[in-house]
C-alpha cells in the first residue's frame, strides 16, 4: 500500500511531497565515488586523486559554501526552517577504502560534514556478498566516519538497478541494507541513494515505507525544492573534473554543457532498461 502523502507540494510518482513553502534557492549536492590515487579500472573514471578532492574542498570554504548532510537539507526543506548561507551537500557512494583514508582529513581540516551511502554487501566484514569493484571500507572505519560527523545512508545491500529487480529482491535490498547499518552503527539510516541513480515510482514508495526519509538521484542538475524529498538531483564528479570546472559547478554555471554527453547515455540507457522490463514481464 501506498504510504500517503502530506503537503500540498509537487507530487512524484511515490505520493512524497515536501509540504508547500516558499520557493528555495537549488543546491548542489555532489557525488563523489573513490578518492585514490590508483583507483580499480572498473572505477577510474569515477574516481578523483586525494589532491583533487583536497582542492575541491578548499574551492567551497573559500567560497563561503556550507556543507550539510543529506538529512539536514531535507529536514530544513520539509519543516520550512532556514538554511545556512550557500549550502552545499558532499556526498559519496558505495563505501570505498579512500573516504576515510584520504577524505576525512581533508573534511576535517574544513570541519565539513558529508553523507556516505553504503552499499552494505559490498563492505568488508561479515555481511559481504564480494562483488566490489575496488578496495572497500570496513565496519570499524564506517563507524570512526559516523563519530566524525558523517551521516551514513543507504545504498542497498548488493547494488543492483532498483528498478529492474522483482518485488520481493526490491525489498529485500532496500529492508537488508537498513538492517545491517542500524545494527552496525546503533542508529537506523535516514537517507538512501539509489544504485546507478535508476529509480521508480515503484522503488520510491518501497523506499518511503522501509523507513527512509529522503532519497538522492543522480540527473546531473541542481537539487530543487519542487523535486520532492524522493528524487533529488546531484551532480557527478569525475577524475577529469578539474578545479575552474568544480568551481562552475557549485556556483550553477555550464552543467547543461558539462553533462551534455551524460545526458543523451542516460536517455538512450533509459529505454533500453523500460524495453528489457517490458520483455520480462511479457
Not at 6 to 35: C, E
Amino acid at each position: 500500500m501506498r504510504p500517503p502523502g502530506v503537503g500540498t507540494g509537487p507530487i512524484g510518482a511515490d505520493g512524497a511531497v515536501f509540504p508547500a513553502a516558499p520557493s528555495a534557492a537549488p543546491v548542489p549536492i555532489l557525488m563523489y565515488h573513490a578518492v585514490t590515487l590508483a583507483p580499480a579500472p572498473a572505477m577510474r573514471e569515477l574516481s578523483v586523486t586525494p589532491e583533487a578532492f583536497a582542492d575541491q574542498m578548499a574551492v567551497l570554504a573559500t567560497r563561503g559554501f556550507t556543507p550539510l548532510t543529506t538529512a539536514a537539507l531535507a529536514a530544513a526543506w520539509r519543516d520550512g526552517g532556514p538554511l545556512p548561507p550557500r549550502p552545499v551537500l558532499i556526498t559519496f557512494d558505495d563505501g570505498y577504502e579512500g573516504v576515510h583514508r584520504h577524505a576525512l582529513p581533508a573534511l576535517a581540516r574544513h570541519g565539513f560534514p558529508a553523507t556516505l551511502f553504503a552499499a552494505t554487501g559490498w563492505l568488508r566484514g561479515r555481511h559481504a556478498t564480494g562483488g566490489a569493484p575496488d578496495t572497500m571500507l570496513g565496519w570499524d572505519e564506517i563507524r570512526e566516519l559516523a563519530a566524525a560527523g558523517l551521516e551514513i545512508g543507504g545504498h542497498s545491500h548488493r547494488h543492483p538497478s532498483l528498478d529492474g529487480v522483482g518485488e520481493e529482491r526490491l525489498w529485500q535490498e532496500v529492508a537488508r541494507c537498513r538492517e545491517i547499518i542500524a545494527e552496525e552503527t546503533g542508529a537506523a539510516p535516514e537517507s538512501f541513494a539509489y544504485p546507478y541513480g535508476h529509480s521508480s515510482g515503484r522503488v520510491r514508495q518501497v523506499v518511503r515505507a522501509l523507513g527512509f526519509r529522503q532519497a538522492l538521484a543522480v540527473r546531473n542538475a541542481l537539487a530543487e525544492r519542487r523535486q520532492g524529498p524522493y528524487a533529488l538531483a546531484r551532480l557527478t564528479i569525475r577524475r577529469h573534473t578539474g578545479t575552474e570546472e568544480f568551481a562552475r559547478l557549485v556556483e550553477g554555471h555550464g552543467i547543461g554543457r558539462a553533462f551534455a554527453r551524460d545526458r543523451v547515455l542516460t536517455k538512450g540507457y533509459a529505454m533500453v532498461r523500460r524495453t528489457r522490463q517490458v520483455v520480462r514481464r511479457d
